[in-house]
């Protein structure tokens, strides 16, 4: 196992208790930050060559499978455009570049890869599949989930499993999982009351499933359940991680249970911890212009995204950081982050501390792009219009008051922007409140308010007020 909190010399609830600590250091830095039209910070783009030979990795105490710090997350997959598709409606999976990226994420050490019969509209486990096939068996580790959202019977369930091991071109499962389960009602209905729990165990018995594990977007009730009372002795859990989730609690506005909580139950019953959303669906790639400067204060030459992978990786209970990586610059800069990890330094996580108070201040819809509410049955582009949203106003170009000195330009781009990223066929005015999107929703996002807000907003745009 490679470095970790303890290697450098720093304690592990020292380093707990001070990712979890205030951030009175930076309170005159957000005051004099607070309020300006701060200039964005340009992307960080790496130079020089990726290492080949210097990943991290973590060993899985159940098994001493030998995992890759870095986890290939395939939820979203690179697409094909309207011009190169050969359906010539556009959205397709881009096979060629698919199998480039896997291609180049395993010849620099990356050997563990995940998916779900959910992502990419269904398309990615068959197109993640191909491009695994063309490597040896033993060059991987494959994960994928029992997602049964929408088919709970039986007979559907075992249906999504044998078609997942036949779309993924493999007889048995690394690590395999209950998808997204945050409440007992809902894990009775998918898993219990239809045999699949059972169905499952004996999987695992079988040594078709190497690890059973479950996904959680939830309550705290139900992860004590999960991890006391269930009865099952569970090989991992996939939790939701990232410097922002870290201590923010549901008595702040959020519906997951903080994230230090869960990491600190999972250490303490050995069980190895999977990480999503390290990147808060790209919000922590992209955060607002007050958290940008303190990043570029501390390390100017960090890309944004390597602070948020820096921050997983560091906790020594961690055995993989998935990341959903459509584009080689994504991956590269992934790759450097974790070849090798360096963990965080004290003053590095009091910066973090720090990031994290400006994004409460900053009241961001908390959407992260995972595309569970989708499709809506109206058109709306759900993601696409909280996205555009949370851009603007982590850049600043947020039209708020008609006295501001930059009204006139904000409002502009944000318009503007608006109609260039979601079609008006799709936006917020089209939605009808019907709900069928919220149960959907791991973040638990009430969408159709946060719809309705965002089309007042803009008609108070659109009529200059």
């Given at each position: 196992m490679n470095s970790s909190p303890q290697s450098d010399g720093l304690d592990r609830r020292q380093f707990l208790n001070k990712l979890g600590g205030g951030a009175l250091a930076f309170s005159a830095f957000l005051a004099a930050c607070k309020g300006k039209q701060a200039a964005q910070a340009p992307s960080h783009k790496p130079a020089g060559d990726v290492p080949t030979d210097r990943m991290t990795y973590r060993i899985n105490p159940k098994t001493g499978d030998k995992v890759s710090l870095l986890g290939y997350g395939a939820m979203r997959l690179p697409r094909l455009s309207k011009e190169h598709s050969p359906s010539g409606k556009g959205n397709e999976i881009d096979q060629e570049e698919t199998n480039r990226l896997i291609d180049y994420a395993i010849a620099h050490g990356v050997n563990y890869f995940d998916t779900s019969p959910r992502y990419c509209e269904g398309l990615s486990e068959a197109a993640l599949g191909i491009a695994l096939s063309r490597h040896p068996r033993d060059k991987f580790f494959v994960s994928t989930k029992l997602s049964n959202q929408t088919e709970p019977s039986q007979e559907a369930s075992l249906?999504?499993?044998?078609?997942?091991?036949?779309?993924?071109?493999?007889?048995?499962?690394?690590?395999?999982?209950?998808?997204?389960?945050?409440?007992?009602?809902t894990y009775k209905k998918r898993y219990?009351?239809?045999?699949?729990?059972?169905?499952?165990?004996?999987?695992?018995e079988a040594g078709r499933i190497r690890n059973l594990g479950w996904s959680?977007?939830?309550?705290?009730e139900f992860f004590d359940y999960m991890m006391f009372e269930s009865g099952v002795k569970w090989d991992f859990v996939l939790i939701q991680l990232n410097y922002f989730d870290w201590d923010i609690t549901q008595d702040k506005g959020r519906s997951n249970v903080d994230a230090r909580y869960q990491y600190e139950v999972l250490e303490k019953l050995k069980v190895p911890a999977l990480?999503?959303?390290?990147?808060?669906?790209?919000?922590?790639?992209?955060?607002n212009?007050?958290?940008?400067?303190?990043?570029?204060?501390?390390?100017?030459d960090a890309s944004f995204a390597s602070w948020a992978?820096?921050?997983?990786?560091?906790?020594?209970?961690v055995l993989t950081v998935l990341s959903g990586m459509s584009y080689m610059e994504h991956l590269q800069d992934n790759l450097r982050t974790y070849s090798p990890l360096v963990p965080l330094s004290d003053k590095e996580q009091q910066m973090l501390v720090g990031v994290a108070k400006t994004m409460l201040e900053f009241k961001n819809i908390n959407c992260t792009n995972c595309q569970y509410c989708m499709p809506?049955?109206?058109?709306?582009?759900?993601?696409?219009l909280f996205m555009h949203y949370n851009k603007c106003l982590n850049e600043g170009n947020f039209p708020s008051q008609a006295q501001d000195q930059n009204y006139r330009q904000a409002r502009q781009a944000f318009l503007l922007g608006m109609d260039r990223s979601v079609p008006k066929l799709r936006q917020a005015n089209h939605c009808i409140g019907c709900g069928k999107c919220v149960p959907a929703c791991p973040q638990g996002i009430a969408i159709p308010r946060e719809l309705r807000k965002i089309d007042q907003f803009v008609e108070q745009l659109k009529r200059n007020r």
């Open positions: 249906a999504i499993y044998r078609r997942s091991m036949e779309l993924l071109k493999v007889d048995t499962f690394d690590y395999y999982m209950i998808h997204a389960v945050g409440d007992f009602a219990l009351d239809n045999g699949m729990l059972d169905f499952m165990l004996k999987e695992r959680f977007h939830g309550k705290k990480i999503m959303e390290p990147l808060l669906g790209g919000r922590l790639a992209s955060p212009h007050v958290a940008q400067a303190l990043m570029k204060q501390t390390n100017p992978f820096r921050f997983a990786g560091s906790f020594p209970d809506c049955p109206y058109g709306v582009n759900i993601p696409g």
